[in-house]
């Protein structure tokens, strides 16, 4: 028996915390109505055969459409459950379901599901292998683009990867929404992030590596979904303003550190 199967719940009760799991699934999600019975069919389906005990939280980030009711009126092969997030961004929503976790693990995907869910296995493998994140990429080697992202999107990622990898080394993909973590090190490291925005998981690998975690990048073969909600004028724009102030406290922090 793995680590995972054989896995317990911390001693003591934790006010508004979720139920013991093995392993947490956190989806964000924004007026993800229609793209999510398909994920959630698929995701559930692979967690069933697993001999973990898995749960799967989708954070509804402020929709007008009916992504909390569509989820609650189905029945799904694992638990699913909902909970709220008022303040908008990525970041807010996946910290607010990670933060209300006790499981050993817990990460976050995407709700257009782009990267494969098998993947799962081998960030598993990872962290049963003492890594503190593993995180899937669209370009570490080994990785494929089977429909890649329209040119705008294409331009603004390599420019963003360029700068977020002087803030995190050797990570060649920050952005793709697939990273489970060490659930005690991901908590840490989030109290000390502050971005909400697409820049988040910058911050997040950022603060994880400062604390000495490991990060296993996995290769993946990932697909565009056009019906993303990533627009690259609006949050292409605010992510790059996050990437900046990230840099300023960054040198800030050296400075301070310099005048000891």
Same mark, same amino acid.
């Given at each position: ?21 093995d392993?947490?699934?956190?989806v ?9 019975p ?6 559930t389906?692979f ?12 954070v509804?980030?402020g929709?007008?459409?009916d992504?909390?009711?569509?989820i609650?009126?189905?029945?799904w ?9 008022s ?7 996946? %910290? /607010?379901g ?7 693990l @817990?990460?976050?995907? #995407?709700?257009?599901? &782009? *990267?494969?869910? =098998?993947?799962l ?7 049963e ?11 570490a080697?080994?990785a494929?683009?089977t ?14 990867r360029?700068?977020a990898?002087?803030l995190v ?6 952005q793709c929404?697939?990273?489970i ?13 502050q971005?909400?925005?697409f ?9 994880? %590596? /400062?604390a000495?975690?490991r990060?296993?990048?996995?290769? @993946?073969?990932?697909? #565009?979904?056009?019906? &993303? *909600?990533?627009? =690259? ?6 992510a ?11 040198m ?9």
């Amino acid at each position: 028996m793995n680590r995972l199967e054989s896995s317990t719940a911390p001693p003591g009760h934790v006010p508004n915390r979720r139920g013991h799991a093995d392993l947490e699934l956190v989806v964000p999600a924004f007026n993800e109505a229609a793209r999510l019975p398909a994920t959630l069919a698929e995701v559930t389906g692979f967690l069933s055969a697993k001999p973990w005990h898995t749960r799967v939280v989708v954070v509804d980030n402020g929709s007008t459409d009916d992504t909390a009711a569509i989820i609650d009126a189905r029945g799904w092969d694992v638990e699913v459950v909902v909970v709220g997030c008022s303040r908008p961004g990525k970041g807010a929503a996946v %910290r /607010r379901g990670i933060a209300g976790s006790t499981a050993r693990l @817990v990460g976050f995907i #995407d709700a257009d599901l &782009s *990267t494969p869910v =098998p993947t799962l296995n081998r960030a598993v493998a990872e962290l049963e292998s003492g890594a503190t994140a593993a995180i899937a990429s669209r370009h570490a080697p080994g990785a494929e683009l089977t429909h890649p992202q329209p040119l705008l999107r294409r331009l603004g990622g390599s420019v963003f990867r360029l700068l977020a990898r002087r803030l995190v080394p050797g990570i060649h993909d920050t952005q793709c929404g697939f990273k489970i973590f060490d659930r005690v090190a991901v908590q840490q490291a989030l109290h000390r992030c502050q971005v909400n925005g697409f820049a988040f998981d910058v911050e997040l690998l950022r603060q994880l %590596r /400062r604390a000495g975690g490991r990060i296993a990048e996995i290769p @993946v073969t990932w697909t #565009d979904d056009e019906r &993303s *909600t990533f627009r =690259p004028l609006r949050d292409g724009r605010a992510a790059f303003a996050d990437l900046l102030r990230l840099y300023r406290a960054d040198m800030l922090g050296a400075g301070q550190a310099g005048a000891r």
